[in-house]
């Protein structure tokens, strides 16, 4: 299983309209996605109020790369979103199990 945790800074005086999006069309549509097998939101917090991410776990790279296409290493971001963020970061991991 692949694990991708997805990162994003939102523009000052975004957070509301990034916050709306993230809760009612972000989560929803990750929560449906063929293939995901966990999707771990995390909401803006008052100390970093700009920042919001999630965290994955996908059955294997084929179901990945079938959301998002070959080039899975790219943070890729809904149109809808696009100009209400500044900055955004993807990592991958090979999940272990405990």
């Known amino acids: 299983m692949i694990m ?8 000052p005086g975004k957070e ?13 549509l990750m929560r449906g996605t063929k293939g995901i097998v966990s999707v771990l939101p995390g909401a803006a917090r ?3 109020p700009n920042e919001f991410s999630f965290v994955m ?3 294997d790279l084929d179901a ?12 890729h971001i809904d149109p809808a979103e696009a100009e209400l ?3 955004r970061t993807i ?3 090979d ?3 405990a």
Do not use: C, M
């Not at 509301?16 to 929803?28: K, R, Y």
């Open 16 to 28: 509301s309209e990034f916050a709306d999006f993230f809760h009612n069309t972000a989560i929803p």
């Open 64 to 75: 990945l790369k079938a959301f998002v296409g070959d080039d899975y290493t790219s943070a």
């Open 91 to 93: 990592r991958h991991y």
């Open 4 to 11: 991708r945790i997805f990162q994003v800074t939102v523009h």
């Open 46 to 48: 008052s100390e970093t």
């Open 85 to 87: 963020v500044a900055a």
């Open 57 to 59: 776990v996908w059955e």
């Open 95 to 97: 999940l272990v199990e």
